[in-house]
């Protein structure tokens, strides 16, 4: 079960990406594979061992081909406003792997472990876990009430593929429920879109 499901969804996007759907579909099925599959898998997956074995499984039996050395353009989901900046095109000759993203992702949840990257992949990986660590959505929630500037760089942080987008989502609709403090005309003016009082 947990192969078909990998393999599933690596051919749902490997077929997006054959068929050059618009960037923000990519973006969301990127978003998707990485920070979604990873909290299904450790789910459904019965061990990391398990999880590991289904996944060299699935990059085996699917054309990966198709989820390597893709231009960070692909995924921008701004494509037709030219004042965003995705920070993966700061670099010009930086080129996506979602095999990596992917895999990345699952060892911050635990799906596998980091060391077992490079033998699904065959190969020495080029990038790295997200330094920042598995967010803890409590720890992120007191952040936000301590510091309402730490509200802005979340934002930022949601279109991120490192696995953390759900617990910043959650920390953030739970944050103008807490019981008022100091900041809370900042905090509620943020989740009331009231840009005045900011």
């Known amino acids: 079960?947990?192969?078909?499901?990998?393999?599933?969804?690596?051919d749902v996007i490997s077929n997006a990406l054959?068929?050059?759907?618009?960037?923000?579909t990519l973006f969301l099925l990127r978003s998707f594979l990485c920070n979604k599959v990873p909290l299904i898998l450790n789910r459904i997956s019965p061990s990391s061992f398990f999880s590991s074995g289904a996944m060299s499984q699935t990059f085996l039996r699917t054309d990966v081909a198709t989820l390597m050395n893709l231009a960070p353009s692909v995924f921008e989901p701004y494509a037709y406003n030219n004042n965003s900046a995705n920070?993966?095109?700061?670099?010009?000759?930086?080129?996506?792997?979602?095999?990596?993203?992917?895999?990345?992702?699952?060892?911050?949840?635990?799906v596998?472990?980091?060391?077992d990257i490079q033998g699904i992949l065959e190969e020495l990986p080029l990038g790295a876990m997200s330094a920042s660590g598995r967010y803890d959505t409590q720890e992120i929630i007191n952040q936000c009430l301590s510091d309402p500037m730490r509200i802005d760089r979340l934002l930022e942080e949601i279109e991120g593929v490192e696995g953390n987008s759900g617990a910043v989502v959650r920390a953030l609709f739970e944050v103008p429920s807490y019981p008022p403090s100091r900041h809370s005309m900042t905090l509620t003016s943020w989740a009331l879109g009231d840009e005045e009082h900011v």
């Open 1 to 10: 079960m947990v192969t078909d499901f990998i393999t599933g969804v690596i």
């Open 18 to 24: 054959v068929r050059n759907e618009p960037p923000s």
């Open 87 to 110: 920070p993966d095109m700061l670099f010009g000759d930086i080129t996506v792997d979602l095999r990596q993203d992917f895999l990345f992702a699952c060892a911050l949840h635990g």
């Open 112 to 115: 596998i472990g980091e060391q």
